[in-house]
């Protein structure tokens, strides 16, 4: 049962302006120190470093740096690097050959051969001037051996030869011409001439084919670089690792890009005051708080008119807050032994689970800002907290918290395995450290939450199981006041107490809070304790001597007076809060009536004579009220059997659902019956029917030890007179 129950399940819950205010205050001042704390630079664990305009890229580094932490970060440049190799891989995109390419040349050759032809059939000019004409034809660069022989040759060899060089021009525009593969394509012009003619004739064919092999398809620039993007794309981003320890730059290096890098990734490039870093760390600062608000409210809004509850949380999520800041920004045995689990359990125990899931989520938050997104810290944070949360069963053992404590060692060993699995751990050393340090971590959470919750209770008004604990202890001085002054008060609240746990376990409500409750419900009875029935041991009633209104106002006393004398010795808030409910505004029908008795005809008000309340407002102020009126009642009747001792408790509770006494308790039907059917399990128990025994006989006279032979001589006497009287009856 968690402090929340203290609360009836009300939808209509009111807020005031000021517990909003209240509310919005405080949440504003923590997203303002929580921004504090993570835009700050700590180098608790930090070696000393160089200033950043200090280590610059090309020159020499000052110092020898060192990776404080094992850090893996997204290396931008390796990532560029296999991008870039990626990319290079693909190869050109070209277009489809253009045939038109191939008949321009095919045309271009023909007039060659063409203007070849005239200048052979022209009596007049001679072999150097039909050679000049040759050569001066545009684009056409060939030798004027190649033309002379060509010119000379006879009929058939010549046409032969032009008629074969036309056809391998064709043959060889026909395949797709790259610009980088044009030397081959012009190579393999020989390997297409055709073997009929001799070695003179192909090379004058392989002489004048050569210009006209030209590229017939171009590079597609787009298609290319959209081809080597995709590539790009399908490269993911390269990781890198640096080891505790490992040399980032050594004295006297050079720093390059990688280490430049590796530098900024690890802080030493930061400035001092980084604008940029403050902003955003107050801006985090102020969401993280705005969806806590969020969450608190949906949740549990109750809590919200609650300004040192509020405090207490702020406050546990600062330290936390803290403390990851500095261990985060070191080395890492430090950062695997903070109990960042404490606040979530701390959370589970003062107040309920919801709320310490949330603070383990906003632990986590916090530990991911630190860290910069670090997976491995943040998920350490946050599955510690989760598991410190669902497994914290029985806040009222102490074992409880450090059995939680371990469960959380174990969780924290057991994800500290699955990173350094993942990460192809190869020193076991280290794996040992930092499990032992993980193990620590959960160890430090089960104590610090067993040890600090009672003092944070008492700061935010919470009662604790711890507090609960302390008050149920037989040697308290106010259990000690009720003992001496007012014994059968003490008595009757045993009672209540085995009552009131026994339903409280049957219907889930808080039976600690009901046993410890019971233990004080009747305190202000020892102001005045002759005057209630169960400390006349005399048989002396002082209500007969005194008018009915007195009377009632001695019973008012018992719940008012016992509440302030509760506070005066420090008794929990809630433990009050029974003490006042306990009888709800119920009205003594005994002096009520008696009061009529004297006054006949008289219109009594009946509000002079109810208990002043309030009604009972919680399950365990329900059980109280239903208990203390069972036993009472039983106590008085003794009734014979069950059957009377049933009818006793249905009427008690049907007496209090009709007056409206459980109104506001949010105690259900289903919870009534349960109470029942535990009442009279206890009291059948208690007020069971004796066996009558039978008077015991007179134990016999004692016979001193000098009598004995005299006795013993009068038994022997009379068997001889026995015996003697009997021969005469048969005779």
């Known amino acids: 049962m968690s402090y929340l129950d203290r609360y009836p399940e009300r939808t209509e819950l009111q807020l005031t302006r000021r517990e909003i205010g209240m509310a919005l205050g405080i949440a504003a001042v923590t997203a303002l120190l929580l921004g504090a704390i993570l835009g700050a630079q700590w180098t608790f664990f930090t070696p000393g470093t160089p200033a950043p305009n200090e280590l610059v890229l090309g020159k020499a580094s000052p110092l020898t740096l060192l990776a404080s932490q094992r850090a893996t970060f997204v290396s931008a440049l390796e990532t560029g690097k296999a991008r870039e190799q990626a990319a290079s891989q693909v190869a050109d995109a070209y277009d489809t050959p253009d045939a038109n390419i191939a008949r321009e040349q095919v045309r271009r050759a023909t007039r060659l051969v063409n203007f070849l032809d005239t200048v052979r059939a022209d009596p007049y000019a001679s072999l150097d001037d039909k050679v000049n004409w040759v050569r ?9 051996d190649v033309v002379s022989r060509t010119l000379g040759l006879e009929d058939a060899a010549y046409r032969q030869v032009m008629s074969e060089t036309l056809y391998v021009i064709d043959a060889a525009m026909r395949e797709e011409i790259r610009e980088r593969d044009l030397a081959a394509a012009r190579q393999k012009i020989s390997s297409r001439i055709s073997l009929v003619l001799s070695a003179a004739q192909a090379d004058l064919v392989n002489q004048w084919a050569q210009p006209f092999i030209v590229p017939n398809t171009k590079l597609n620039v787009e298609r ?30 050079v720093i390059t890009p990688e280490t430049l890098e590796a530098l900024r990734e690890l802080g030493y490039l930061q400035p001092q005051n980084d604008y940029q870093a403050i902003l955003a760390a107050f801006l985090f600062a102020a969401l993280v708080i705005a969806l806590g608000a969020i969450y608190l409210v949906r949740v549990a809004l109750p809590i919200v008119r609650e300004p040192r509850v509020l405090m207490i949380l702020a406050f546990l999520l600062l330290v936390t807050a803290l403390g990851a800041k500095i261990v985060t920004t070191g080395q890492t045995i430090p950062a695997y032994l903070f109990p960042f689990a404490a606040a979530a359990m701390l959370g589970a125990a003062l107040l309920s689970v919801n709320i310490g899931a ?3 989520w906003m632990v986590a938050l916090t530990v991911a800002f630190s860290t910069r997104g670090g997976v491995e810290l943040t998920t350490f944070a946050l599955i510690g907290g ?6 914290l069963r029985h806040r009222e053992r102490l074992t409880s918290f450090l059995v939680t404590g371990a469960y959380v060692a174990f969780a924290n060993v057991g994800l500290v395995f699955v990173f350094r699995l993942l990460g192809r751990e190869q020193d076991w050393s280290d794996l040992v450290r930092l499990a032992l340090a993980a193990f620590g971590s959960g160890a430090l959470t089960g104590l610090i939450a067993l040890s600090s919750q009672f003092l944070l209770g008492k700061a935010a008004g919470i009662t604790t199981a711890l507090e609960l604990i302390d008050l149920s202890r037989p040697t308290h001085p106010l259990l000690q006041k009720i003992l001496r002054e007012a014994p059968g008060t003490y008595h009757h609240s045993l009672i209540i107490s085995n009552l009131a746990e026994h339903a409280a376990q049957v219907i889930g409500a808080d039976a600690l809070l009901c046993r410890v409750g019971a233990y004080y419900h009747d305190v202000g009875k020892t102001l005045n304790p002759q005057f209630f029935v169960e400390n006349q041991f005399d048989g002396v009633n002082p209500h007969n001597a005194i008018d009915p209104r007195t009377s009632t106002k001695i019973l008012h006393e018992h719940v008012t007076e016992g509440a302030k004398l509760a506070r005066k010795y420090g008794v929990s808030t809630r433990i009050v809060d029974l003490i006042l409910q306990h009888h709800g505004t119920t009205l003594p029908l005994y002096f009520f009536e008696k009061a009529q008795a004297q006054a006949p005809g ?10 002043p309340g309030p009604k009972p407002q919680t399950r365990e102020a329900a059980i109280m009220m239903l208990a ?15 059957q009377e001792i049933r009818a006793i408790i249905d009427r008690i509770i049907e007496m209090r659902i009709r007056e409206g006494q459980l109104d506001e308790s ?7 019956e349960q109470i029942r059917i535990a009442f009279l399990q206890v009291l059948q128990g208690l007020y069971h029917p004796r066996v009558k025994y039978p008077t015991p006989r007179p134990p016999a006279p004692v016979i001193a030890s000098e009598n004995i032979a005299t006795l013993l001589a009068e038994v022997s006497a009379e068997k001889v007179r026995e015996r003697g009287s009997e021969g005469e009856k048969e005779r």
Do not use: H, K
């Open 602 to 611: 008289a219109a009594l008000d009946e509000t002079e004579f109810r208990y």
């Open 386 to 391: 989760l598991v410190a949360v669902v497994s």
């Open 358 to 360: 949330g603070m383990a």
């Open 666 to 672: 949010a105690i259900t039907l289903r919870d009534l």
């Open 628 to 642: 203390d009126g069972a036993e009472a009642t039983t106590r008085a009747e003794r009734p014979a059997n069950a």
């Open 136 to 144: 001066a034809l545009p684009g056409i660069q060939i030798s004027r």
């Open 224 to 253: 290319t670089e959209r081809a080597r993007q995709q590539a790009r794309e399908q490269v993911g981003v390269v990781y890198r690792t640096l080891e505790q320890g490992q040399a980032i730059v050594r004295a006297g290096e």
